[in-house]
């Protein structure tokens, strides 16, 4: 009898799991209704609380649950080899063993949802910033590669003195949370308060998997990889902050992190966020024409051109055999969440610029 109940007890909180994860999904189908009551409503509150309790911790707490939940993995599939082994695997291990998996693959999807995932379905950075991105022209991204070139001559060197002083990852996250305090009425919608960034404690790891940064949105954590060149730091750091304001797609984390960057008082970040730019917009005009694409590097000053040639020696030494995979993993959770380009998702940052060009003119970049 007791046995029974039991039974009843745990299907009917997975059947009030499942209730509440359909009734997210149903949620998610409504860009307005995300962007006004979750995205600028509930949303803002839960970040703040998360950044108040986990962003004093000097690590980040969001990866040592990372690792926690690893080695729960690990001792999972070892139970489940020893019972392979031990031939107990039969219709009831199979069913209890199910629930169980269901039971946890339900809250972490609801929690993820509740706490930030929603973002993914939010209408955006665009509407906020009153642009239009779609369908730009050749000749309007060879305009952006020129504009870019030109802003990464004028604060490269001034920026030379930051490197060292930013290597240290007070430094560095000081600053970015400074350069999000900037704005003011220019983007009102970037404000940004309670500092949360932390060092990966994975850095050297994902130097091999290739990532420079992530969050974490079970802490409101955001996590900087600081072992890769100095001068890519910022923007990475001001993308991550851009997460944690609810920015979930990757194009729009980038916009909001090059809005913010681009000018900050810090030569250093404004050189950062337009190196990042660069590198996306030139990506972009070798797939339309690889020979103006040519032309335009060629005619990059020397010193951004040792960046870009240091950035690249330093990927080349960090090829990890796991990356390939990491990365397509990635691209299919980019896929599932609202961003049918994969990894490609990142370079759309480039329409939402260009829009944002032809609406305040090239010289607000």
Known sequence: MQERTGQRYRYTGLYLLAGTALFIKLVSIFPDLVEKYYSTGVYPVISRVQRFLFGWMPLSFGDLLYAIATIGLVYALVKFIQALVQKRIDLNWLLRVGVKVMRVWLWIYILFNLLWGLNYNRVGIARQAGIRPGQYSTAE???????LSSRMEA???ISLP????LRH???LFTRAFSAYQQPGTRALFLKYGGQSVKPSLYSYLGNYLGFTGYYNPFTGEA?????????VQPFTTCHEIGHQLGYARENEANMAG??????SESPAFRYSAYFDLYLYAIRDLNLRDSTLAQLRMNQLPAGVKEDIIALRKF?????????PLVRTLYAQYLRANQQPSGLLSYNQVVALVIAYGRKNGWERL
């Not at 991204?141 to 504009?147: A, E, G, P, R």
């Not at 990927?315 to 990356?323: A, D, F, I, P, T």
């Open 141 to 147: 991204l060879d305009s952006l590669v020129q504009v």
């Open 155 to 157: 604060n490269r060197t």
């Open 162 to 165: 930051e490197r060292q002083p």
């Open 169 to 171: 990852k007070r430094t």
């Open 223 to 231: 996590q900087v990889n600081t072992t890769v060149p100095v001068f």
């Open 258 to 263: 090059f809005l913010t960057a681009s000018k």
């Open 315 to 323: 990927n080349q030494e960090h090829v990890g055999l796991l990356e």
